[in-house]
């Protein structure tokens, strides 16, 4: 029977030692070990190399000071007895005044100089080696090192005048304590570098140890406690809260090891679908905008469809194709309630339907004081440096605060769960945030500010702004264009508002409610749609020419957007004039046809900017009449994307020289239609663009002869270097399209929806933003996703 026991206990001691191999072998550090080891060791010796160098420079340098300090006291002291010697007659002797200084035991010796080069008074351990005239000098005192005899000698030489006498002070110091000096702090440095290395490696390597050994046996014991069909008793005791937490740590690992990393992913719409899908299960997104994707408008008794001249509508458009959802937004198109059903809401695409445009209406008033009045008169000028007067009424203020209450009201009616993701969007509503944070405090509100958001002095011209930052300040996160646009919004909220400014995680807390302050670079889709159907570079240009009546030869610019005055029209069509003025060899080879849409005509400023750049462009084409050849081709109306894109492929040169703008997404247009990579892109320094399409050539367009002389360079250039130029360009649009845009929001939204499931104990943890997110996203490092 004893027998038997110790057979089975053998048994036993045999599996349970197999079963520690396996697990041991599972440990994911034991493999690459003695890598790690190797590579520690070899970091530990370079670091060790480097704080031993540095350690020798610092004592040489402290030395070398400390031997011109002691020079500078030496001479000071003696130099009133030099000077006296000088001038006396008979002279007075010095030697023995200075052997008695070179007693020091840090001096070698002393002497001096006549105005001739003599050596004078010299102290007995004076190197014969060292003469007057290898001694370099200066007005207030000159050092230089010498060797006699394998030793390095510290000179130090001081002007002394007297009278008509002139001389140099000599101080000698023998440098060998220095060499004595560094040697004991190398060796220093060594020891204690080596002593701290051992004591952290015995740390790490006992942490490393207990670590391992508590990591198997919790497995073993887990595997040992187990039953078919139950859970390890370490799940079934209260550490079930901290499984919970690893679980959701291990989702976001796994979600960013897929998405976040953006430059290993190829973001398109099936990427973001896949991203939604997969991060944000059963999410429900609705974004809201003032300008509709599509606009229905009867015209000769039929309706007709448009899609509006809009950088926000490009943006947005293939994201909601990719998420589905609900876009909300003002129905303006004279038609647009013909085509909504009885609840206001229409699916489009009309030619592939996957997301639903619910429209909303809003009185003649209304859109006077909402639209016109505080955001186009009011926020508009203010947020853009154009030098245009902010016009702020209080009639415009009211009716901008009943519109952002109307289209809450809307998104509540639009929601069907109680935490819909709400993306809203730019200056017409700041105040919806905090209205829809009211109505549904579970909602996930990412605010994106189009346009940018200016300094805290400019921005306290606005009588509102303390209400304006309370209502962007509902979001959960707030996104601008740049980091210089999110470091504004943290200084207005610091100056205008009591609140709390973490500028280390870029987050604002007001009352109880936390929002993250982020950048979020928009851009454009990619492949772009309206490229798919475009004709090839040389067709496009020949249609152009033919279009136009333009000869073969003649090097073609064009300039496309709004006819807004922040986007510099006036000043590219000065430069155009300039530029024929000072290179006159140019008329009639060069043409800028500038693309200009009709855009809030009811405001006086945009009427007028329409007037005088027609008649600006009159009176330059008479000037530089050639044949009847027009330089300046400018054509007012609306153009679809195919047509923009054929305008781009057909250019020589794109020239966006806005006078302030949050991004610009022409400039990524133009790059992206040069599928042949051609073409010179030419970008206001002042268009957030610029920040990211540096290859492009960068001008101030409020200097018109040096954005003249640019144009010359660009018509100049190489077909070589535009390749090289727009080849970079083109990846960084590829890279950084609108589908990465939306998923940055979606991305960081997600982390927050988890990390409130996972600790959902208080209010306090819902609304404080965690670390991890805090510090997940930094645009300015050029690294965001």
């Known amino acids: 029977m004893a027998n038997r026991t110790d057979h089975i206990e053998g048994e036993v001691k045999q599996r349970d030692r197999r079963l520690t191999r396996r697990i041991d072998a599972s440990w994911p550090f034991r493999g690459p070990l003695a890598r790690y080891a190797l590579l520690g060791l070899a970091a530990t010796g370079l670091v060790i190399a480097a704080l031993t160098l540095l350690a020798s420079v610092m004592v040489e340098d402290w030395s070398q000071r400390d031997i011109d300090l002691r020079s500078r006291l030496v001479f000071r002291s003696i130099r009133d007895q030099v000077a006296m010697a000088m001038t006396a007659n008979p002279e007075i002797g010095l030697v023995p005044v200075f052997q008695r200084i070179s007693e020091d035991e840090r001096i070698l010796a002393l002497g001096f100089c006549t105005a001739q080069g003599q050596l004078r008074y010299a102290t007995k351990e004076f190197p014969n080696s060292i003469n007057c005239d290898s001694v370099k ?25 007297a009278g008509a006498s002139t001389g140099h002070l000599l101080v000698l110091h023998d440098l060998a304590f220095i060499d004595e000096r560094t040697s004991e702090a190398r060796l220093y440095t060594v020891l204690a570098l080596v002593g701290v290395t051992l004591g952290l490696g015995l740390l790490a390597t006992t942490i490393f140890l207990a670590l391992t050994r508590a990591w198997t046996r919790s497995i073993r014991g887990a595997l040992i406690d187990t039953e078919p069909g139950t859970a390890p008793q370490a799940f079934q005791r209260n550490d079930f809260a901290i499984s919970r937490e690893v679980h959701a740590a291990l989702s976001e690992l796994r979600m960013e090891r897929r998405f976040a990393n953006g430059i290993h992913v190829e973001w398109s719409s099936k990427t973001l679908h896949r991203l939604l899908v997969e991060e944000l299960p059963s999410s429900q997104v609705i974004v809201v905008s003032n300008r509709e994707p599509y606009i229905h408008n009867r015209s000769s008794g039929a309706i007709t469809l448009q899609s509006p001249a809009s950088g926000l509508v490009a943006a947005l458009q293939p994201v909601m194709r990719a998420c589905g959802g609900t876009w909300i937004a003002h129905g303006s198109g004279s038609a647009d309630r013909e085509t909504v059903d009885a609840n206001d809401r229409i699916r489009v695409p009309p030619s592939d339907p996957t997301y639903v445009l619910r429209r909303v209406w809003l009185s003649d008033n209304e859109q006077s004081g909402y639209y016109y009045g ?80 200016p300094n805290a002095e400019t921005f306290g011209i606005c009588p509102w702004r303390q209400e304006i930052i309370d209502g962007l300040l509902g979001s959960t ?70 279009r136009f009546a333009l000869p073969a030869d003649v090097r073609i610019a064009v300039g496309i957007e709004r006819f807004d005055y922040t986007k510099g029209i006036l000043d590219r069509i000065r430069a155009v004039d300039d530029l024929l003025t000072c290179h006159p060899e140019w008329i009639g080879r060069f043409v800028l046809i500038q693309a200009a849409a009709p855009t809030r005509s009811k405001l006086g400023a945009y009427s007028a900017l329409q007037t005088e750049a027609e008649q600006l462009v009159s009176k330059i084409n008479a000037r530089h009449d050639k044949d009847g050849f027009q330089p300046i081709r400018l054509v007012i109306r609306h153009h679809e994307p195919d047509e923009v894109f054929e305008l781009f492929r057909a250019a020589d040169m794109c020239i966006v020289s806005s006078l302030h703008d949050g991004m610009n997404l022409v400039a990524k247009e133009f790059v992206a239609a040069r599928d042949d990579e051609q073409g010179v892109l030419i970008l206001s320094s002042f268009a957030g663009a610029s920040r990211e399409l540096s290859e492009a050539l960068i001008v101030n367009p409020y200097d018109t002869h040096g954005m003249a002389e640019v144009f010359l360079q660009a018509l100049r250039m190489s077909p070589a270097e535009q390749r090289d130029r727009i080849r970079l360009m083109r990846d960084l649009v590829r890279e950084r399209n609108v589908y990465r845009w939306a998923a940055q929001m979606l991305l960081d939204a997600a982390r927050l929806r988890r990390h409130q499931r996972v600790m959902p104990s208080s209010r306090a943890t819902e609304d404080r933003v965690p670390a991890q997110l805090a510090l997940s996203t930094d645009y300015r490092k050029a690294a965001p996703i």
């Not at 005192?141 to 002007?159: E, L, N, Q």
């Open 477 to 546: 996160i707030l996104g601008f264009q740049t980091q210089f646009h999110c470091n504004n919004f943290l200084e207005a909220a610091d100056r205008f508002m009591e609140s709390r400014i973490d500028r280390e995680h870029a987050s604002v807390t007001f009352g109880s409610h936390e929002t993250l302050i982020r950048p979020y670079p928009i851009s454009i889709e990619w492949p772009p749609a309206a490229l798919a159907e475009q004709a090839p570079v040389r067709e496009c240009r020949d249609a152009v020419r033919q």
């Open 374 to 453: 505080l955001a186009n008169e009011g926020l508009w000028p203010l947020c853009h440096i154009a030098f245009v007067r902010p016009n702020f009424r209080e009639e415009d203020w009211l009716q901008y605060r009943k519109v952002n209450e109307r289209f809450a009201d809307v998104v509540v009616q639009e929601a069907t769960r109680d935490d819909p993701i709400v993306l809203v969007q730019d200056y017409h509503f700041a105040l919806l945030p905090r209205m829809i944070r009211d109505r549904l405090p579970k909602a996930t509100i990412i605010t994106f500010w189009h346009i940018p958001w």
């Open 137 to 161: 000098r200066g007005k207030s005192g000159a050092f230089t090192t010498a060797m006699d005899s394998g030793r390095r000698i510290h000179i130090s030489s001081f002007p002394i005048a």
